[in-house]
């Protein structure tokens, strides 16, 4: 093992994985412009108190505007450069943006809602899954952080499709908690993760 992977390593640490578009910024579907990020009320503020609680964060985003032709690398790499700027002048650290830019669940391991980005960053980064959250407003979000063993919280704000649960994800799509933004969720993720 090299020195950085030991480091980077280190003891297990209980992390918040969070989808991207919907979760932390405004969903503009295949965002390519990295001028056109905009973030979501109360997130730099939510992140603050989760970082102080001992949480370590990623980005785990899929990214099939990528295979589409939507999305640039160059862009995508720029928005996430940008995002983990603005999150570090609020003295938060998002250690890694994952993305999956694949069409198809079936394409790679990576595209939520299979659990790759989670198992991924576990593996790196000495994630204690168990002792970790997925966020996400889709039930693709939930169901990934179920499948690596990590607690979940659905984001329901104003996408209609959101509720549209699909039965073959009934199991797999059952989130610990149900709330309208990041910012309201502190609170119970907290009080959980004292239990
Ligand atoms: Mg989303």
Known sequence: MSNNLANKRGPAKKAIFFDRDGTLIVDKIYLNDPDQIEYLPGVFTALKKFRDA??????????????????????LNEIHRRMKAKFAEH???ILEFYYAPYLTDHDHIFRKPNPGMLLQAAEEYNVDLGKSWMFGDRLTDVEAGRRAGA?????VNDTAEKF??????????????????????????????QE
């Open 54 to 75: 001992g949480f370590i964060f990623f980005i785990a985003t899929n990214q099939s505007g990528v295979p589409r032709g939507r999305v640039t690398i160059k862009n």
């Open 151 to 155: 607690r979940t919280i659905w984001l």
């Open 91 to 93: 003295g938060v650290d």
């Open 164 to 193: 549209e649960a699909d039965s073959s994800r009934e199991d797999l799509s059952q989130p610990d908690g149900c709330f309208s933004s990041v910012e309201e969720s502190v609170p119970f993720v907290l009080r959980v993760d």
